[in-house]
């Protein structure tokens, strides 16, 4: 009978661990997919804009140029290089640092392994 108890026991306790499994495998598909979703996204919206910013700009300094041909062609185009190289500086810093404040991938998924941790080792 003791027997019986024990594998009965030892199959719920199997059954648990590959619920518990499959719950935190689910938890981290959803993270995967959620990053990825997030990750298309913001390239999409940064190869759009950085299109339209560079065709913008490339028609400014056209229209600097042209309106100073006589005077101070040369003094423009240097002014608006350096501006544009200082822009895309700018814009290089900008976008290291927004990458080391990114969070942590699978932040939940390994919070919710941490509670499992310590749920089991009570």
Same mark, same amino acid.
């Given at each position: 009978m003791s027997q019986e108890n024990l594998l009965s026991s030892i199959k719920n306790l199997?059954?648990?661990s590959a619920s518990i499994a499959q719950t935190r495998l689910e938890l981290l598909s959803?993270?995967?997919?959620?990053?990825?979703?997030?990750? @298309? /996204?913001?390239?999409v919206m940064i190869v759009s804009a950085l299109f339209f910013?560079?065709?913008g700009l490339v028609m400014l300094a056209l229209l600097i140029v042209i309106y100073s041909w006589e005077s101070d062609r040369m003094l423009a185009l240097g002014l608006l290089t350096t501006?544009? @190289? /200082?822009i895309g500086l700018i814009l290089a810093l900008v976008i290291m640092q927004t990458l080391r404040n990114m969070p942590k991938l699978f932040?939940?998924?390994?919070?919710?392994f941490a509670k499992d941790?310590?749920?089991l080792s009570r």
């Open positions: 199997a059954s648990t959803v993270d995967v997919q959620i990053a990825r979703n997030k990750l @298309i /996204s913001l390239l910013l560079f065709f501006a544009f @190289i /200082s932040e939940a998924s390994i919070a919710e941790r310590e749920e």
